[in-house]
């Protein structure tokens, strides 16, 4: 009965320490707005995150173009928003628009704040006007010489999320981001356990380590999975495919490194407790074997040990 208890334990510590990981990470990266924009800061560099800026602003701007076949003019239009997006004041931009869409997710996920039944109902995206406003002085000269008139108003947008999605997910993102300590205390609390009640330790630990390896490795497969395959349905044409895992792979990228190491953790702990144990055994099958022990026999008494005449002198002794 110990041993199904502990081994119980051991597969329940293992299987909370996925969710301890993505729990620490939804609170301390995704809640955080600070955290959130520091990841998406090294994309204002990324050439496909460029790419699809400057596709979304070109297709915004030149969609009553299309219709007269300008081409020439949509090909000079790519060139000016291109201009902007490799500009240096770019990544500034970048990092105010991506701080601008997180303020507007955090009250859909966490349910709280003052939206209206309207924004909660948009999807939520990047709104690229910024950008757009460094070009439209340029964009509207050339434009002015097609059609004869300026553009009218445009909000150039990446949609992200669906905010019927992000609502849907509430319920999940208010528990992780609300018991982001339970789950970790659990894993170790259930592995420590498990470990102390096993009969052998060693092998407990070992199997332990082997778990949390697996149970990463898990993650990781769930990870890849969600990229691979449904991340590429989800966005559909709102943005290519390229840029959208590259933008996955930011998001996720502590998440990644976490259970990496934690997978490493779990292979170490193993091999050092199946090493130590096979050591042991091998140590203890090389001992030598202790003397056989038999009846003590007696040392004969000394010739002197007797007074004269006290005793029978023992023969030899003179």
Same mark, same amino acid.
């Not at 030149?62 to 219709?67: E, F, G, I």
């Not at 490795?217 to 990781?220: E, G, K, Y």
């Given at each position: 009965?110990?041993?199904?208890?502990?081994?119980?334990?051991?597969?329940?510590?293992?299987?909370?320490a996925p969710?301890?990981?993505?729990g620490?990470?939804?609170?301390?990266?995704?809640?955080?707005?600070?955290?959130?924009v520091?990841?998406?800061?090294?994309?204002a560099?990324?050439?496909?995150i460029?790419?699809?800026v400057?596709?979304?602003?070109? #297709?915004?701007?030149?969609?009553?173009?299309?219709?007269?076949?300008?081409?020439?003019t949509?090909?000079?239009?790519?060139?000016?928003?291109?201009?902007?997006?490799?500009?240096?004041?770019?990544?500034a931009?970048?990092?105010?628009?991506?701080?601008?869409?997180h303020?507007?997710?955090?009250?859909?996920?966490?349910?709280?704040?003052?939206?209206?039944?309207?924004?909660?109902?948009?999807?939520?995206?990047?709104?690229?006007?910024?950008?757009?406003?460094?070009?439209?002085?340029?964009?509207?000269?050339?434009?002015?010489q097609?059609?004869?008139?300026? %553009?009218?108003?445009?909000?150039?947008?990446?949609?992200?999320?669906?905010?019927?999605d %992000?609502?849907r997910?509430?319920?999940?993102?208010t528990?992780?981001v609300?018991?982001?300590?339970?789950?970790?205390?659990?894993?170790?609390?259930?592995?420590?356990?498990?470990?102390y009640?096993?009969?052998?330790?060693?092998?407990?630990?070992?199997?332990?380590?082997?778990?949390?390896?697996?149970?990463m490795? #898990?993650?990781?497969v769930? %990870?890849?999975?969600?990229?691979n395959?449904?991340?590429?349905?989800?966005?559909g044409?709102?943005?290519?495919?390229?840029? #959208?895992?590259?933008v996955?792979d930011?998001?996720?990228g502590? %998440?990644?490194?976490?259970?990496?190491?934690?997978?490493?953790?779990?292979?170490?702990?193993?091999g050092?407790?199946?090493?130590?144990?096979?050591?042991?055994r091998?140590?203890?099958?090389?001992?030598p074997?202790?003397?056989?022990?038999g009846?003590?026999?007696s040392?004969?008494?000394?010739?002197d040990?007797?007074?004269t005449?006290?005793?029978?002198?023992r023969?030899?002794?003179?």
């Open positions: 009965m110990r041993v199904v208890i502990s081994v119980i334990l051991i597969v329940l510590g293992c299987a909370f969710l301890a990981l993505a620490s990470w939804v609170a301390d990266e995704i809640s955080d707005t600070d955290s959130y520091e990841n998406m800061a090294p994309l560099a990324d050439p496909d460029r790419d699809a400057v596709d979304c602003i070109t #297709a915004k701007i030149t969609k009553p173009l299309r219709r007269q076949a300008l081409s020439p949509e090909n000079l239009i790519n060139t000016l928003v291109r201009r902007v997006v490799a500009s240096d004041d770019f990544p931009i970048w990092n105010d628009v991506n701080r601008t869409v303020r507007r997710l955090l009250p859909i996920l966490s349910g709280e704040g003052d939206l209206d039944r309207s924004a909660q109902a948009a999807d939520l995206g990047l709104d690229l006007t910024p950008v757009y406003d460094r070009t439209r002085d340029s964009v509207d000269d050339l434009v002015r097609e059609l004869g008139g300026n %553009l009218p108003v445009l909000r150039p947008t990446i949609d992200l999320f669906s905010s019927a %992000l609502v997910a509430r319920t999940v993102y528990w992780m609300r018991t982001q300590w339970v789950p970790p205390i659990l894993s170790l609390t259930f592995l420590g356990t498990g470990v009640l096993a009969r052998d330790r060693k092998k407990a630990l070992t199997g332990a380590g082997l778990g949390l390896a697996a149970s490795l #898990a993650l990781a769930a %990870l890849a999975v969600v990229r395959v449904y991340l590429p349905d989800y966005v044409g709102a943005m290519a495919v390229k840029a #959208a895992t590259t996955f930011a998001l996720t502590s %998440l990644r490194a976490g259970l990496r190491l934690l997978f490493v953790t779990g292979l170490l702990v193993a050092v407790a199946y090493l130590t144990s096979d050591w042991e091998v140590l203890s099958g090389h001992q074997a202790a003397p056989a022990k009846p003590r026999r040392r004969p008494a000394p010739c040990a007797h007074p005449g006290s005793a029978p002198r023969p030899g002794c003179r």
